[in-house]
Every structure is written in structure tokens, then in C-alpha cells.
């Protein structure tokens, strides 16, 4: 049945058959989360970290109508460029997949697209969630409703503030989400390796968080986890810096009457416009990291 929807690269398609650890990637980052060239090159870069690590990377996007785990570097520089790639969300896939268009993946897609093909562990830069002010506009992404109900776990840089990093918690917590630190008791916020937040638990080492992930679903506890993996130290922004940026960044998006899916691009556009490509090269740096961390801890659940 799935056969029908879903096509492997043969790197991913090898790996499956070996039994090897497969790491997901989405694809909302490529088309809209960053500029081209350095999205292109980000993503190979990931991918090449994960090889590196001991795992198999499969970046995850709807291409032609088919939900694709694993792409080669036509697609890549395809989805890098193209103008006709919609913003992917759960929502979006049947009208997308059903009309042979083209989608890259958000975070909730890529999570369903990750457990149809079987794919346990899924690296990224940041989680959507609640926005600030979702008491009256109700914005709130569909990525945590994912991490409520599919099985994957999320190797991410925490929450970026331009959300309500608390409320994101507590949407969390009431779906059963456990927020893990990886080597920090804080959560990070994307820029910052520090929020005023802490996490639920903290885990020192790859083995621990694959333990921890192996048991949630050896008890039938549907759902995601979120590893929580802070930026590096010497690619962090300046806390006051990044805090005015993304007050503007909201100030603009609220002005110009932004709603709905356009929320987050909109917003993370304006945050590297206004900090001329710091936030692009931090962005960087930080999913290189979470890809080294994430491809271990594939390799340990695999185990
Ligand atoms: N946060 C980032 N970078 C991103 C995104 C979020 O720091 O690229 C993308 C991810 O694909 C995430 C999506 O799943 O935005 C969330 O969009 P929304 O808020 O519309 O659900
Ligand atoms: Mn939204």
C-alpha cells in the first residue's frame, strides 16, 4: 500500500535492508528556512556529518506527488531554488501528494513521513510551537501535535523565542512530550544556549537519551521526545542582541497582518535580515551539531 507513496534513494534503501541507522531530515529548512546557496550546501554538509557519525541520512520532501526518503543532489539544489515548493505540514500532504505537487517537509511531515518509512530518529534546527499571543490568534504549530502522537524522536536547539517558549512547554507536557537536555539542565533557545526555562530531564551521552526513547515506546507511550541540544558555545548570539531582533522581527510580522503558515518564515527572514546573516551562519553551525549528536544517537538505538 505505502509502496505506492513512498520512494528511497538507494543509499537509504541499502541501509534498511542492512539493518543500518537511518537518520531523517526535513526539508522546510532548504526551501524556506534559509538562502540559497548556503541552504544547498548546509544540507549536504548535514548529510555528510551523518555518514561520518555512523548513520545514513534520508532528507525528506514531496516531489512530483511522491513522498521521497532520501534525495539525490538534483533534488537538493531542486528544492534549494525552486520558487514552486510549498511549506509542507501535515495538513498540506494529501492535496500535495494527491496533485503530484511539490512540498518540503515541516517538522510534523517529515515525523509522519519518518515513521512511514520506518525511521526512528529525526535531526533538525528548531521546533515550531506555541507563538506568543496564540491566546487570541491560536497560532500554534502543528509540529507539537505531531510530537503528541508519531513515533520519532527530535534532535533539535530548543525553541526559538520568537515563540512563548513556556506555553510551548505546557503544550508539551499536557501531550506527554518529554523535553530532554543533551549535556544541559537549561533549554536552549536556537541563538542562545540558555532560556529562562530548564528542561524535564538531562541526559550526558547518546546511550542515555536512545534509552530513554527505546523505553517510551517499549511501554506503548505513543509519541515523540525532543533532545534538546544547545548551540555551540563560540557560534551563540549575544542574548540582548537577539532579543531586540526578534522584538522587531514581531513588531513587523504583527504590522503586516502575517497569519498562518507564512508566520515562521516570515519572521525567520526578518531575524537574519536584521542581524545581516549572523542568525543564518548560527543556524549553521547549530544543525551541524544536532546532525553529530542525532546520527549517535541513531546508532545507539540501533544497537
Ligand atoms: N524553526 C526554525 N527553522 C525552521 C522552522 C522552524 O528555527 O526552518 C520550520 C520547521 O520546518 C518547522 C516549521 O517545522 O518551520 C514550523 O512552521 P509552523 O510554525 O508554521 O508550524
Ligand atoms: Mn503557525
Given at each position: 500500500m505505502l509502496e505506492k507513496w513512498l520512494e528511497y534513494s538507494e543509499e537509504v534503501l541499502e541501509a534498511k535492508k542492512a539493518n543500518k541507522p537511518v537518520v531523517a531530515l526535513e526539508s522546510t529548512i532548504i526551501s524556506h528556512g534559509m538562502p540559497y546557496p548556503q541552504n544547498v550546501q548546509t544540507a549536504k554538509e548535514v548529510e555528510e556529518i551523518i555518514r561520518k557519525n555512523g548513520a545514513v541520512p534520508a532528507t525528506i520532501a514531496i516531489i512530483n506527488g511522491k513522498i521521497k526518503i532520501g534525495l539525490s543532489d538534483e533534488e537538493l539544489e531542486f528544492l534549494a531554488q525552486s520558487k514552486d515548493v510549498e511549506k509542507a505540514s501535515r495538513r498540506d500532504l494529501p492535496y500535495l501528494v494527491a496533485k503530484k505537487k511539490n512540498g518540503a517537509t515541516t517538522v510534523a511531515a517529515t515525523m509522519i513521513c519518518a515513521e512511514l518509512a520506518g525511521i526512528e530518529v529525526f535531526v533538525t534546527g528548531g521546533i515550531g510551537g506555541v507563538h506568543r499571543e496564540a491566546e487570541t490568534t491560536?497560532?500554534?504549530?502543528?509540529d507539537l501535535q505531531e510530537l503528541a502522537m508519531t513515533n520519532v524522536a527530535v534532535i533539535c536547539a530548543g525553541a526559538k523565542s520568537i515563540l512563548d517558549i513556556g506555553l510551548t512547554l505546557e503544550y508539551l507536557e499536557t501531550h506527554g512530550v518529554p523535553v530532554v537536555g543533551f549535556e544541559t539542565d537549561v533549554l536552549p533557545a536556537f541563538y542562545t544556549r540558555t532560556s529562562p526555562f530548564s528542561v524535564n530531564y538531562r541526559v550526558d551521552h547518546a546511550e542515555e537519551a536512545a534509552e530513554m526513547i527505546r523505553t517510551k515506546w517499549e511501554l506503548g507511550l505513543k509519541g515523540g521526545v525532543v533532545i534538546a541540544n544547545p548551540i555551540p558555545e563560540t557560534d551563540a548570539l549575544e542574548e540582548a542582541f537577539i532579543t531586540n531582533v526578534i522584538e522587531s522581527a514581531l513588531k513587523e510580522a504583527k504590522e503586516n497582518n502575517i497569519a498562518g503558515k507564512k508566520v515562521t518564515p516570515f519572521l525567520l527572514g526578518k531575524v537574519k535580515e536584521l542581524t545581516e546573516g549572523r542568525s543564518l551562519t548560527a543556524n549553521i553551525a547549530l544543525v551541524k551539531h544536532n546532525a553529530e549528536v542525532g546520527s549517535k544517537i541513531a546508532v545507539s538505538l540501533n544497537k
Amino acid at each position: 500500500m505505502l509502496e505506492k507513496w513512498l520512494e528511497y534513494s538507494e543509499e537509504v534503501l541499502e541501509a534498511k535492508k542492512a539493518n543500518k541507522p537511518v537518520v531523517a531530515l526535513e526539508s522546510t529548512i532548504i526551501s524556506h528556512g534559509m538562502p540559497y546557496p548556503q541552504n544547498v550546501q548546509t544540507a549536504k554538509e548535514v548529510e555528510e556529518i551523518i555518514r561520518k557519525n555512523g548513520a545514513v541520512p534520508a532528507t525528506i520532501a514531496i516531489i512530483n506527488g511522491k513522498i521521497k526518503i532520501g534525495l539525490s543532489d538534483e533534488e537538493l539544489e531542486f528544492l534549494a531554488q525552486s520558487k514552486d515548493v510549498e511549506k509542507a505540514s501535515r495538513r498540506d500532504l494529501p492535496y500535495l501528494v494527491a496533485k503530484k505537487k511539490n512540498g518540503a517537509t515541516t517538522v510534523a511531515a517529515t515525523m509522519i513521513c519518518a515513521e512511514l518509512a520506518g525511521i526512528e530518529v529525526f535531526v533538525t534546527g528548531g521546533i515550531g510551537g506555541v507563538h506568543r499571543e496564540a491566546e487570541t490568534t491560536m497560532d500554534i504549530s502543528a509540529d507539537l501535535q505531531e510530537l503528541a502522537m508519531t513515533n520519532v524522536a527530535v534532535i533539535c536547539a530548543g525553541a526559538k523565542s520568537i515563540l512563548d517558549i513556556g506555553l510551548t512547554l505546557e503544550y508539551l507536557e499536557t501531550h506527554g512530550v518529554p523535553v530532554v537536555g543533551f549535556e544541559t539542565d537549561v533549554l536552549p533557545a536556537f541563538y542562545t544556549r540558555t532560556s529562562p526555562f530548564s528542561v524535564n530531564y538531562r541526559v550526558d551521552h547518546a546511550e542515555e537519551a536512545a534509552e530513554m526513547i527505546r523505553t517510551k515506546w517499549e511501554l506503548g507511550l505513543k509519541g515523540g521526545v525532543v533532545i534538546a541540544n544547545p548551540i555551540p558555545e563560540t557560534d551563540a548570539l549575544e542574548e540582548a542582541f537577539i532579543t531586540n531582533v526578534i522584538e522587531s522581527a514581531l513588531k513587523e510580522a504583527k504590522e503586516n497582518n502575517i497569519a498562518g503558515k507564512k508566520v515562521t518564515p516570515f519572521l525567520l527572514g526578518k531575524v537574519k535580515e536584521l542581524t545581516e546573516g549572523r542568525s543564518l551562519t548560527a543556524n549553521i553551525a547549530l544543525v551541524k551539531h544536532n546532525a553529530e549528536v542525532g546520527s549517535k544517537i541513531a546508532v545507539s538505538l540501533n544497537k
